[in-house]
């Protein structure tokens, strides 16, 4: 059981790094606005639709 | 609650082949009965029906500029635009003196925040960013769905204010600049502040319990633990529970502070003492080798719950709009001032009594004033709730806040825009909000008794363990505070409430209030205003008397053909008789009419005596009222328009429906009397009173109220503000007044008063709901509390079946949500 020594502190350090990361996220707005953001995919430059071209023939 | 988010992925794509069968579902862009029109706009190759010019002009403009994606993945139709409003108002905007009002300046770089009415999912705010981007000039646009804002930053010298809400404006969106956000900020702050806290109180709690399991578990099984690892799981406890406990906890214990400053006893004070209490004899316990218990699990879940109920509460709060934000979009920021023969455009804040302006057809008056000359017709929906323009002569009063219909006017201001109607509107809804009648002050009130009694019962306790057995006193008080500890009863309500709230959501009923279904549950009166309420404030041609030859049909086709290309409000009222006939050589006249040639002859429509001047007649009758529009051609006069509102297709069940459920209806509106009757009767009203002024209304609403009736009032307009806010619930129209939105309790989203009945089935089941909750929490407390007292219950046991009783609560809330049937849809 000693390993526990050990393993608990390092729950803790994860713990704490967690909360880091969490509250870095609150405070650079990751969590003001949680619909909008799924449309950023559709953000970048829509590709222009290829020009219609007739199938090729079968080879 | 937020309406249901769809992955877009998974909505079916419009394809080629449903393009035909949509010609009867109606407009592409804002889903309107197409009523006869014809137009079509071009969507990526595909011809799609729209209702009118407005849509059809934003609908090529998306597609054309290859954001036709927003028709794929929106999850409600757009709002229609109105054109009526001149597309260069937006100009005023450009000006240094104007501009400063909104527009914060670092380096090189301009920015706003503007606040977007009709912006009604992700795929809006998407089309929005998607256009601002586009812009020459533009360096970051940011558009915020949930809360209808945008953030948008642009080079000062290549574009201005004026161009961006332009292009806001071309999207069929209605952009207001906010001079002002720090209510936004402070919002955001708040939110931002809550979420950290949760997050720690979550995080803290789940340690705590990995910790405090396998303490208990050795407790139950009867093994000894390790004394190196006990101290080890106890010291880790204290070092997880101390920010829980002081960054978590700190707005209980300052809210707690707050009421026992001001005198009383709040829901936070018993809950401080039980923490403060199990804190510190934990953390003695912790260094002491007396053995005692250690009491973290229950302190963090204690504040756990509580912050999770607090965040609930911020949320629902944040809903809410601020009514001088509400207002201050009410007023244009700019009028034309008229200086020595000049049109000047300035700020409306600098417009002083005496001032001649100039207000041009379709803008906002920007002050109360007097009207210089000739006639004018506007409409004063926004003060009055009649939808319908009034004519107004020279030396008239003119209001702040109303529309100007067709003629350009020059007025002479009377009043600053600080001291207009509008504003004294406004101020009269502070005072009726202020006198509120607030369910929840009656609940906190018996809360706090429970308390008192709670507290008492604690220091019985002690008092007495400590003459009979002093070593068992701490732990019976402690189990008697936690137990005691309202908890379950704190969120038997907001967990009934919210989720009915989700379930009215998702019916298209927003709960703005927190307490407003608790209200609604108990309203045995509903007071309708009219206009924009049961009837949906647009106009339609009620009747036609044919005064020559020519029928009723063809006299409709020709009126229609004449009016297509007008914009005037009233025009619309005929859009929908429209064959596809399309006159030529129309000629607008600025309020007087239209007109142009129908299939070789020339025609008139609009005032009388406008159409008496084209036969060369000078009419002689004086002019009607503007809901009387008269057709005529070379020779005679054709026929004669009754123009009136349009009942919602909702409107006539509501009223039984109510009555099914022991509610009686009522018609409160500003219209003349025979239009309510009109109304009344075809909804089935029996109780209707016309010609009621804002004064008025609120007078009769708290008249009811002295009778014991609870009253709920549904409305639209700024005149029904203060109404809205001293009835015991009040309901909003979605496209009412903003400031109307600021003083309901709950949003009719939907537009469909058919819910309204469903609604109050929905609130009575909540309280219903609520009340079991409450009674199983009061049996727990009550129950429990002697037990504890007797020293029958260890703190852990209290803590455990605090927790239990709060999820019990919880789980039988859930029963308020709306059921999934099988395939994911909703059962009624």
Known sequence: MSILFILVPVTLVLVVLAGW???????????????????DVLREEQPQPPPEEPARPEQ | MSARTVDPLLLPHRSAETAPESANQGCFHCGEPLLGSRLVAQIDGRSEPVCCQGCLAVAELIAGAGLSDYYRFRERVAERPTLTEQQDAWSAYSLPDVAAQFVRSSGECDSATFAIDGLRCSACSWLVDQSLARLDGVREASTNASTGRAHVSWDRDRLDLGAVLRAIARLGYRPHPLGDDNLVQAQQRERRNALKRLLVSGFGMMQVMMFAIAIYAAQIAGERMQPELLALFRGVSLLVATPVMFYAGAPIFRSAWASVRAGGVGMDVPVSAALLLAYSASVWNTFSDSGGEIYFDSVTMFIFFLTLARFVQMSLRHRTTEVSDALARQLPACAHRVVDGEIVDAPTSDLRPSDVILVRPGEVIPADGELLQGDASVNEALLTGESLPVRRRAGEQLTAGSVNIDAPIYMRVSATAAASGLRRIAAMLQRAQAHKPALARAADAAAARFLRYVLL?????????????????????LAVLVVACPCAFAIAMPAALSASAAHLARKGVLIVQPDALESLAGVDRVVFDKTGTLTRGEVSVQRCIPLAEL?????????????????????RAFASLSSGEIADDVHTFAGAGVEGVVAGRRYRIGSPRFVAELRGAASAEAELAATVVALGDEQRELARFELRDTLRESAPGVASALRERGVVSEILSGDSSEAVAAIASRCGVTRQFARRDPTEKLSHVQALQAEGRRVAMIGDGVNDAPVLAAADVSIAMARGAGLAHASADMVLVGENLAVLPEAIDVARRTLRVARQNMIWAAVYNFGSLPLAALGFIPPWVAALGMSLSSIAVVLNATRLLPRRTVNGGVAP
């Open chain 2, 551 to 571: 029928d009723e049909a063809q006299c409709m086709r020709i009126a229609a053909a004449l009016e297509r290309a007008s914009e005037h409000p009233l025009a």
């Open chain 1, 21 to 39: 990361a969490f509250f870095w996220a609150v405070g650079a707005g990751q969590f003001d606005d949680l619909k909008s953001p799924a449309w």
């Open chain 2, 457 to 477: 019962g604690a220091g019985l306790t002690a008092a007495i363990w400590l003459a009979v057995d002093p070593t068992r006193a701490f732990e019976a008080t």
